[in-house]
């Protein structure tokens, strides 16, 4: 499967661990080979996304604006409100709106209380689109997770927070 990501297909060897930590005394062997498993999955399963979103024309990132205004109450959000929602910039956002609008999945009005800020709602074509898409996602995704029970899922989600909040070490200067 081809991803983005250069990503070794198996964790370094213990032997070759082993040996690092020899030269690097902070070399801890199963930190590096969890992160590099970590990293291997996340690249599998945004390849396989990607692979599945291009069936509906789709990028994961117009998939997502698409579900969020489907999901908002009302309807409808302001542009910013979903780059901020999503951690992207005005400008990818504006992009990833182009490209919904030109295929008639969305709609951009006026904000009505304030012309500086645009308001983003779905088309009839974007409701279809989502309901064509929305049963088999969901059934690819139950699929994906089909190994896991309930009591490991929600153990995943913890253990994923606790790498999350370790990240900020990576970017420490």
Not at 4 to 11: A, M, N, Q, R, T
Not at 127 to 149: C, F, G, K, Q, Y
Not at 159 to 171: H, Q
Request: with cysteine.
């Amino acid at each position: 499967m081809r991803t983005d990501w250069l990503i070794p297909k198996e964790p370094p060897s213990d032997r070759v661990l082993h040996e690092l930590s020899q030269h690097y005394p902070h070399v801890d062997p199963s930190a590096v080979q969890g992160v590099v498993f970590l990293l291997r999955v996340a690249a599998e399963l945004h390849g396989a996304s990607t692979q599945h979103f291009a069936r509906y024309r789709l990028s994961q990132g117009r998939f997502v604006v698409l579900i969020m205004l489907h999901t908002t109450p009302g309807g409808e959000m302001c542009c910013s409100d979903i780059a901020d929602s999503v951690g992207v910039s005005r400008a990818t956002m504006t992009g990833l709106l182009d490209g919904l609008e030109s295929d008639g999945l969305i709609r951009r009005v006026d904000h009505p209380e304030d012309r500086r800020r645009i308001t983003i709602t779905l088309t009839a074509n974007g409701r279809r689109l989502l309901d064509e898409i929305l049963p088999d996602h969901m059934r690819r995704i139950a699929s994906v997770m089909a190994n896991l029970t309930k009591d490991d899922r929600k153990k995943l989600r913890e253990l994923l927070e606790k790498v999350r909040t370790g990240l900020p070490a990576l970017l420490k200067p």
